[in-house]
């Protein structure tokens, strides 16, 4: 039996993450967090309508103040810069990684669903 493998294991993790569920419209995606600056500092989900997993740096923060009540703990992105595309999950999770481990980022998992057009 082969060792435990850390590294592939968080590695198949994050693009475990990075999923689109065409029956219920679900998108996952996963942000590197600056935790000390509290905001999203990189961007990771899948473009159903490319086919492509999409990268991207934030540029821009909403507004927002440590300690007020919120579900989240840190400014989400309203803008941003495309840094790259990737064919697949494993790709764009391996630079995750290398982002996380260079500016010393924590990870965040959001599940999205495509909003109904009649409404």
């Known amino acids: 039996m082969s060792a435990f493998?850390?590294?592939?294991?968080?590695?198949?993790?994050?693009?475990?993450?990075?999923?689109?569920?065409?029956?219920?419209?679900?998108?996952?995606?996963?942000?590197?967090?600056?935790?000390?600056?509290?905001?999203?500092?990189?961007?990771?989900?899948?473009?159903?309508e490319d086919g492509l997993f999409v990268l991207e740096e934030a540029t821009e923060w909403e507004e927002y103040e440590p300690g007020e009540a919120d579900d989240i703990g840190y400014a989400l992105a309203v803008d941003s810069r495309e840094l790259g595309t990737f064919d697949s999950a494993e790709g764009v999770a391996q630079e995750l990684l290398n982002l996380a481990a260079a500016h010393n980022l924590a990870p965040s998992i959001t599940l999205l669903f495509e909003e109904d057009e009649g409404n």
């Open 5 to 48: 493998d850390t590294d592939l294991f968080a590695l198949r993790l994050i693009a475990e993450t990075l999923f689109y569920d065409e029956e219920y419209e679900a998108l996952g995606n996963l942000s590197l967090i600056d935790t000390e600056e509290k905001c999203e500092r990189y961007v990771a989900s899948f473009a159903p």
